[in-house]
């Protein structure tokens, strides 16, 4: 655990009171004792040192007092609902590195089934996404919405969520030109990137048509055909490095 | 299933015989017929289009003439050997991405125990590099080699390994100021990049300044702390969009 991750409502007045797993990692593994000063976060909010004021059996009493909230990941995504097994492996590393929204999306090529999988529920969701903020020593949740049509999201539902003068707007697509690491270089401070990548089977036709009406640009992540968490996380990588650190 | 990925010794005067799981895969999963064409490759060898010539039960053969086979990943990785898991989950990531030797390490903050671990057997370790090898259609198997001493590795074991002068050694490492695309971009055509990663804890001073010794630039993959896994991925696929494609 690189930092100890609260949830809003579990800092009162400077003060966290703990029990569970959270807890027993910092008595069993790290062996906490009164005094000591472990890396602390709250969900969507500030991060400080929280120090040990209290151990009772199971449970700890840390203070805290939190700075300022890291600055909002400049990368959004939509992705093509990948198969739930690649999702599960996904969210920790999208948490990891830093993502703002995440528009998941059905495509020709998903299967509708995938939809009904036990990690779309949103608590399941929760507990893997934490962890990745946890080990980035972040706290800004990337925030998950379901899309069950492709036309609807890119004709009605994406705008109002991803403005579209924010920065460039990047489709991955086998045997795209230009480079993503090019594309997203040489932005203004404050762009942001939305990046957009299909399933397994690519995007259709009709489905590449509608994302070039909308402002998409297609890149390329390179030649070989990589499953979709390696091309999400190396997409993600390349659009970080050429974007550069979030302003504060 | 993007390639049927064959063993050199099962082609045979350009035919394939094959049962198990390959041929229930493609009598099942893909339902090819007689005449039907899927794409092939020998492991190590030449990729081509594979013609299924007979179909008996759950046997089938296919005729294969190879081209060329494809260029040597231009990416050699020095790795912390991570925890088993993760190792185990690497692997196909690994030759998805294109890698020719990964070099697994000891250092100080690894466990030893994680020698012992199953996803260290050349056979377990095989499969899951293939599986990655036919979904990005390579065949160049990534040459996995363990190393128990890291000063014994740098000093003595890899310069036989891993030319000198072939291109930059980079060490990632946090707090490094150069990206690993700047530092991996404008070789020369034929460069190769050496590339380390450390366990999760980090490389200790006296093994920094053991890999400065040997030749070794610190870069960096940003500010923040990922896993293991997430970072090799993001890793590789900066310095494979750095160097661009390999030469044939």
Same mark, same amino acid.
């Given at each position: 655990m690189n930092q100890l991750l609260v949830e809003p409502h579990e800092l009162?007045?400077?003060?966290i009171d703990l029990d569970g797993p959270r807890a027993e990692h910092l008595l069993?593994?790290?062996?906490?004792?009164?005094?000591?000063?472990?890396?602390?976060?709250?969900?969507?909010g500030g991060t400080g040192l929280a120090e040990v004021v209290a151990v009772e059996g199971a449970r700890l009493t840390l203070s805290l007092e939190t700075g300022p909230t890291p600055p909002r990941p400049r990368v959004d995504l939509i992705l093509a609902l990948p198969r739930p097994k690649v999702l599960g492996r996904l969210y920790a590393m999208l948490a990891q590195l830093g993502v703002d929204r995440v528009l998941l999306t059905h495509a020709a090529k998903v299967e509708r089934f995938y939809f009904d999988a036990h990690q779309l529920a949103p608590e399941w969701r929760r507990v893997h996404l934490l962890e990745g903020l946890a080990q980035a020593k972040d706290t800004r949740l990337p925030r998950v919405t379901e899309? =069950?049509? %492709?036309?609807?999201?890119?004709?009605?539902?994406?705008?109002?969520?991803?403005?579209?003068?924010?920065?460039? =707007?990047? %489709?991955a697509h086998p045997g795209g030109l230009r480079s993503v690491h090019a594309a997203a270089s040489g932005q203004r401070p404050d762009a942001r990137v939305l990046l957009a990548i299909g399933p397994e089977g690519g995007w259709t036709d009709d489905e590449h048509a509608l994302f070039v009406t909308h402002g998409f640009e297609e890149v390329s992540l390179g030649a070989r055909t990589l499953r979709t968490d390696t091309a999400t996380i190396g997409l993600l990588c390349l659009v970080h490095d050429a974007l550069g650190p979030a302003l504060p």
């Open positions: 009162q007045d400077g003060r069993r593994v790290l062996r906490v004792e009164v005094g000591a000063r472990v890396r602390a976060g709250v969900v969507d899309h =069950r049509s %492709l036309t609807r999201l890119l004709t009605r539902e994406l705008d109002p969520l991803v403005d579209r003068q924010a920065g460039p =707007r990047l %489709l």
